[in-house]
């Protein structure tokens, strides 16, 4: 582990769904010390429960409410969902000053077609973040990780790059080592927040082709 | 030669800029007959004769208006500067009737922070482009190939995969044959036209990406 990320406790809101809990699980397994946040602390709780059942060593992660959860972390994933995105952050802006905030969400709709990129009235949901929560260390990051192969206890390594975005040198530098401590991620600086919407939007691409290869694709950047 | 491509007599609208020029030499080195369009004659021949001499072998590269090598093609790659994307397609849509039209145009702005996209009324370039054009088949495609590279004689192989995107299966299958013929390089479908802008736009995070890691970008999709 390296220093960057040594000594960090994880949060992950949202941490009941897919992306969120499998990400939850994958930092838990890495050894930092990982907590689930959710509305429902019955949910959150569950969760924990199931995810230390699985990695089978000393309770790794515990389940609390969103806000307790932002509370006690030093950096904070959001992994809600595009619809509760401006609500539940704006509602943490207290807990959240100061701390590293690692937006995942990918506003996306889908119709018959598949997946399309919503608008977004600040840009992106990164973005919305950032004005939410001005006094937080807002970076974009793990937009493209498939939930399905978190998910999964029998992937081991993961084929991906993670493009890590934002304003604050020192903080994607901290998300770009913890995405490295997943077996196969790697983090890479990809720009500032201003160009965080386009990442997001990718997923619907990302979603495109794994319908027509019959794939859980991921992206690697080549030349570096 | 895939069947998808053999025969194909390639323009490249733009065919003097470096994104242009880059690719027609390609695929004139992958044996296709490759027309450079350009705004004016005279570059438009230089251009040409400056490849056919790089090349070596007998003229595969000729310089016309982008009009007439419009005309004379079957499937036209669009490389042209965003700030005349509109009006040169909106002038050539006669030309343009029933043909593949390749739009690779990345619509960004910079300024002292780097890269970033431009708002496009039509969501993207290759939307506008299927908007100026309702009679041909438009594909969006090569967004994310370095010139820098395409211009270097001694890279002799790509580490890229091209997203294709369009609404026409047969003409993005095609494409994606085209780009096929350029050693190392791989052409994915990549989703609609209207999960275009992304990819167009990304081109931003790539600039941001080679500036950090003195690198020439280029991304790869796995598990494809």
Redesign the interface.
């Known amino acids: 582990m390296t220093d960057d990320v040594q000594g960090l406790t994880v949060a992950v809101l949202g941490g009941t769904g897919d992306q969120g809990e499998g990400l939850a699980s994958r930092f838990a397994r890495a050894g930092l010390p990982v907590l689930i946040g959710s509305r429902s602390i019955d949910r959150a709780e569950k969760a924990a429960a199931e995810l230390n059942a699985a990695l089978g060593t000393e309770p790794a992660v515990r389940g609390l409410v969103n806000a307790d959860a932002a509370s006690q972390a030093n950096l904070v994933i959001v992994a809600v969902p595009w619809e509760g995105h401006a609500a539940t952050l704006q509602s943490l802006s207290t807990e959240l000053a100061g701390k590293i905030v690692v937006d995942c969400v990918n506003p996306l709709g889908f119709d018959a077609?598949?997946?399309?990129?919503l608008p977004v009235p600040e840009g992106s949901a990164a973005e919305q973040a950032a004005a939410l929560l001005p006094d937080s260390r807002v970076v974009a990051a793990f937009h493209h990780v498939s939930a399905v192969l978190l998910a999964d206890p029998a992937i081991t390594s993961f084929?991906?790059d993670v493009?890590v975005?934002g304003d604050d040198r020192e903080a994607t530098d901290t998300v770009q080592a913890l995405a490295g401590l997943i077996p196969g991620m790697r983090g890479?600086?990809?720009?500032?927040l201003?160009?965080a919407?386009?990442?997001?939007?990718?997923t619907?691409?990302?979603?495109?082709?794994n319908r027509?290869?019959k794939?859980?694709?991921?992206?690697?950047?080549?030349?570096?």
Chains 1, 2 share one sequence.
């Open positions: 077609r598949g997946a399309f990129a084929d991906l493009l975005l890479l600086y990809a720009g500032r201003r160009n919407r386009q990442v997001e939007a990718l619907a691409n990302l979603i495109s082709i027509r290869y794939a859980h694709a991921g992206l690697r950047i080549t030349d570096v």
